[in-house]
């Protein structure tokens, strides 16, 4: 999708995502064979419910049906959220991922998967969890020291009140 067009479709799309109380995360145009894809990923600090992805996927289809955006040809509109491994790339995405673990690539080398504390302007608290009996540990780590971070699927995480227990 040229850049031209995702700045179009940026402009027109977000003010009715935002109206329906939701953040834009990602609009991506795809082609699959003859047919073209246009992919739209949304979220809100309290998650996206069916419904609310329903209401934001007809006003959308609706605008989209109102303007030449997408040119002439056929597309399939699709509106999701971002999936449980979600790629953390804005604040708002850290401030939303708190107590979930995340696996870190930093700028100064090498990985860390952590669970995140609390988030703030500079960066965020993690804490490290303890490997082979040893107790988890507390670090500081700055937006800058970050290049990329991915939430980690946890199946087997225990609750706070069974581990106090």
Excluded: C
């Excluded at 995502?17 to 992919?39: N, P």
């Excluded at 069916?50 to 989209?64: E, G, H, N, P, Q």
């Amino acid at each position: 999708m040229s850049t031209t067009q995702s700045e179009r479709l940026r402009e027109l799309l977000e003010p009715l995502v935002t109206s329906q109380g939701l953040d834009l995360e990602e609009i991506a145009v795809d082609s699959v064979g003859r047919k073209r894809v246009l992919r739209v990923v949304v979220d809100s600090d309290q998650g996206a419910d069916l419904d609310a992805i329903a209401d934001v996927s007809r006003a959308l289809s609706a605008k989209l049906d109102e303007t030449d955006a997408m040119g002439e040809g056929e597309y399939t509109l699709e509106v999701g959220t971002p999936g449980a491994e979600r790629l953390l790339t804005e604040h708002r995405h850290y401030a939303r991922a708190v107590d979930r673990l995340v696996r870190f690539q930093l700028a100064e080398g090498g990985e860390l998967v952590a669970r995140i504390l609390t988030v703030d302007d500079d960066g965020l608290d993690v804490e490290v969890p303890g490997v082979k009996g040893r107790k988890a540990t507390s670090r500081r780590l700055g937006f800058a020291e970050v290049t990329k971070a991915r939430v980690q699927v946890e199946f087997n995480r225990k609750d706070k009140k069974e581990e106090e227990a």
